[in-house]
């Protein structure tokens, strides 16, 4: 496939730049949409074809879209607690998107989910992103949903956020609820492998999760991140009602809170899933969790 053809879009996101190192371990130069003002080091570092653009502005995706048969979709906005937000970028930027490659007459889509979409209580996030995806499944548009789990790596705001959980007290280590529910902690250098899997596939399915190989507790993955960096502290559990209530309240006095009751409700559950299929149909299997800490904690 000729790489002209091909336009990645969150090209400077955390995930987009791991899409970025897998396609150029595949010889392959995807055309970048790329914000205006974004920081596009690793776009530029790679050689890459950029295009500004932005999914609010329909005209600019059809620009960026000339002469391209395949979109990779990684653009989202993934750690606001702003329902307006969320869908504006993740519901309505996608649907923009859509419209231009109708424009462009562009075949082929991959677009990049999240397991938030099959949770029981998803929140402002998960709804944003499963309405994307069934707006995907009903352009007409050859499209693969890729669903990844917790996505771990290096420069992540999950590994980032967790340092500052696990040190904010001096001696213990705060959970919300009892840290029982289930995780599964993804390599985003895996996730980006499954992304250009499906796109340099002529007939992928069309859906794929990307899941590290281990289901475990909250409480196990903060210990296991807490031994990483050397801390020792006993974890302490916050009852999960308390924290709502004071979440809600919270929230009708503030408006923009860092984190809402919604946000709290989404991660006290399990986010857990099979991608065996995965790694049948692409020949790949999934990173270690402690592998992943040993790489990007050291």
């Known amino acids: 496939m000729p790489d002209s053809k091909i336009l990645l879009t969150g090209a400077t996101g955390f995930v987009g730049r791991a ?10 130069k995807p055309r970048c949409l790329v914000r205006k003002n974004s920081n596009t080091t690793a776009v530029d570092s790679a ?55 109708r424009d462009q007459g562009v075949r082929r889509a991959v677009h990049i989910s999240t397991i938030s979409v099959d949770l029981q209580r998803r929140g402002a996030y998960g709804d944003s992103k499963l309405m994307a995806d069934n707006a995907w499944l009903a352009s007409g548009i050859n499209v693969t949903l890729i669903r990844p789990t917790l996505v771990f790596g290096a420069g992540s705001r999950q590994i980032d956020a967790i340092k500052r959980f696990v040190t904010m007290l001096p001696v213990l280590a705060p959970v919300i609820g009892d840290g ?27 859906l794929y999760y990307a899941a590290g190989p281990e289901q475990i507790s909250f409480n196990e993955m903060l210990t296991r991140i807490m031994r990483r960096l050397g801390i020792k502290k006993h974890l302490v559990h916050a009852p999960y009602l308390l924290v709502m209530i004071a979440l809600t309240a919270a929230g009708k006095v503030i408006k923009k809170l860092p984190v809402n009751a919604a946000q709290v409700s989404t991660l006290c559950q399990d986010g857990v899933c099979s991608a065996r299929e995965t790694e049948l149909d692409f020949g790949l299997s999934f990173t270690p969790f402690d592998r992943v800490l040993e790489r990007v904690l050291g």
């Open 19 to 28: 899409v970025i190192a897998e396609f150029a371990r595949r010889g392959v």
């Open 47 to 101: 050689g890459l074809e950029k295009t500004e653009g932005d999914l609010g502005d329909i005209a600019s995706l059809v620009a960026a879209l000339e002469g391209v048969d395949t979109v990779v979709h990684s653009a989202a906005i993934t750690g606001s607690a702003d329902p307006a937000e969320n869908m504006r970028t993740n519901y309505e930027g996608t649907a923009n998107l859509i419209a231009a490659c």
């Open 180 to 206: 029982r529910y289930k995780v599964q902690p993804v390599d985003v250098a895996d996730v980006a492998r499954v992304v250009v899997a499906a796109a340099l596939t002529a007939m992928p399915k069309r």
